[in-house]
């Protein structure tokens, strides 16, 4: 027996995707570093089922069919390129490696082009759902090179989740080339980052100013689940808050409140300043994060600081929190897939942004019945610039906009940080903006670097410059961006 695809890294994504391939009838060699995970998975559940195990990388090339299908589940950085360099001596002309696990973008456009010299076919694909996602059904963001699409294909189809009315619409499809599917994903994260902070912004106001117990919160969380916040992210919080341990304590109230993170967030927003998108929310639910984990410094500058305290009653403000969580959302998701938009033009993508709005309905972290509206919103019109001005979620966002105003207003009134949920606002509030006050900040610029401003009675383009001191020249600086 051959395997029609090998895995290698089996460590929490690895094993379960190796397991959900095999149960659709493929047998999968399977490999890792440290091979005694391999050793001990043949003894277990690896026993009964069609997995070829390989104990170097020289044995697990050996037992795959050709062409030859390589997917790495393995930590993302110079580990993947490590591990490109020890499978080359092993591989042919027309072979396919995957690399399935969280890697940056640009690296996977170097990857693509560097294995494309070597005629092997590279595919970055972006794979969310965590273990049991993995496990039943993922969703999946392929990109890189196009000829190797047709090989993995059914794999990809029969391993994906499945979405739609039927629940027969995979959630995979060919994003692009070079590192379009690792860019999506790491779009998909920072919208998780999003979700995440979002919900904790909610349960902040729920726990610390309406004085709601987990039972309470874990029912709220689990009556939005049933309506228009349908979401694995909302789902799990209900289960999360309700769990105890075997001393009948409630485990979130023990876990430390230090945010980690791995990096994809942060890759977000560097190519959210890069392209020149205003996605503010996941900058701040990056920071959020980073805040979170100066724990010792928060609780040495807490000391003596009073709160503020102005109550809400509680069934007024679960209603306006359900608003201002559904109006944040929209306005994330705005932002996030923007930022995809300009990504796309920027790189020639050509990325279609209904697909990737269906791919995301199933079995990734941010899977949601709203992703549905988003769909529709690119399907009615591919060009839309921002989805906050499609139809649908103009419509949404201003009967639900009052509740996200509110509710930041509470959290202010109460000394809550809530990052997320007021920039939200606040690019609502800019982007619904006729006039900003830039005027008087290109002013400035003027005044004491002679940068020049447009002027609103003069075609755009058309650039001047005062002497704003009577002690400047009339010669003024060239207009550029570094
Ligand atoms: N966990 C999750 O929920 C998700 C993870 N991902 C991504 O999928 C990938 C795998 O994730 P996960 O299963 O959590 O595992 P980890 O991210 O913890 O990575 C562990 C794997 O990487 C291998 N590895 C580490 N260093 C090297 C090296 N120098 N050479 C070869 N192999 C190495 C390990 O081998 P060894 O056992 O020998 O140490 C092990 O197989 C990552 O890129 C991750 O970001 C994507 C979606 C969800
Ligand atoms: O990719 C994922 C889900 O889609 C991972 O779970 C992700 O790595 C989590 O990110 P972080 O550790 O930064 O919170």
Not at 234 to 244: A, D, F, G, M, P
Not at 322 to 339: R, T, V, W
Not at 377 to 404: D, I, S
Not at 417 to 422: N, Q
Request: one cysteine or more; hydrophobic letters at 40%; glycine letters at 10%.
């Amino acid at each position: 027996m051959k395997g029609a695809i090998g895995i290698y890294g089996f460590r929490v994504m690895g094993e379960n995707l190796a397991r959900n391939i095999e149960s659709k009838g493929y047998p999968v060699t399977i490999g890792n570093r440290s091979v005694e995970v391999i050793r001990e998975f043949m003894e277990g559940k690896g026993k009964e089922g069609k997995f070829i195990p390989a104990y170097s990388i020289e044995e697990f090339a050996a037992s795959l069919e050709k062409p030859r299908k390589v997917m790495l589940m393995i930590k993302a950085g110079e580990t993947v390129d490590l591990t490109i360099e020890n499978f080359l001596p092993y591989l042919e002309p027309g072979d396919t490696l995957i690399d399935g696990g969280n890697s940056n973008y640009e690296d996977t456009e170097r990857r693509v082009q560097y294995l494309e010299e070597k005629g092997i076919y590279y595919i970055g694909s972006g794979v969310s759902g965590g273990e049991l996602g993995a496990l039943y059904g993922p969703s999946m963001m392929p990109g890189g090179n196009k000829e190797a699409w047709a090989g993995v294909k059914d794999i990809f189809m029969a391993i994906a989740a499945k979405a739609g009315t039927n629940g027969e619409e995979p959630c995979t499809t060919w994003i692009g080339n070079g590192g379009s599917g690792h860019y999506v994903k790491t779009v998909h994260n920072g919208i998780e980052y999003g979700d995440m902070q979002l919900i904790s912004e909610v349960y902040a106001i729920l726990r610390d100013v309406v004085g709601a117990d987990n039972e309470e919160m874990a029912k709220i969380f689990s009556t939005w689940n049933a309506g228009r916040l349908e979401s694995y992210l909302v789902e799990i919080t209900s289960e999360i808050l309700n769990e105890k341990d075997e001393t009948g304590e409630y485990i979130v109230n023990y876990i430390l409140d230090k945010a980690m993170q791995k990096g994809t967030g942060k890759w977000t927003v560097i190519s959210a300043l890069e392209e020149g998108e205003p996605v503010t929310l996941i900058t701040e639910a990056v920071y959020a994060r980073i805040l979170s984990s100066m724990k010792s410094e928060r609780v040495a500058a807490a000391k003596g600081v009073e709160k503020p305290r102005s109550l809400a009653e509680k069934k007024d403000t679960v209603d306006l929190l359900e608003k201002a969580l559904y109006a944040a959302k929209i306005i994330s998701y705005a932002q996030g897939f923007s930022l995809m938009k300009a990504a796309s033009d920027h790189y020639r993508w050509e990325l279609k942004l209904g697909e990737i709005a269906s791919i995301w309905r199933g079995g990734c972290i941010i899977r949601s019945a709203f992703l549905n509206d988003i769909r529709a919103a690119y399907e009615e019109n591919v060009e839309l610039k921002n989805l906050m001005v499609a139809p649908f979620f103009r419509t949404e966002l201003e009967e639900t906009v009052k509740g996200l105003r509110e509710m930041v207003i509470l959290g202010i009134r109460n000394g809550i940080a809530m990052p997320a949920m007021s920039s939200a606002l606040s690019y609502y509030d800019g982007y619904h903006t006729e006039n900003l006050p830039a005027n008087l900040l290109q002013a400035q610029r003027d005044y004491f670097g002679a940068h020049m401003y447009e002027r609103v009675d003069r075609p755009e383009g058309e650039f001047f410059h005062h002497n704003w001191s009577g002690e400047g020249g009339n010669t003024a600086s060239t207009i550029y961006k570094v």
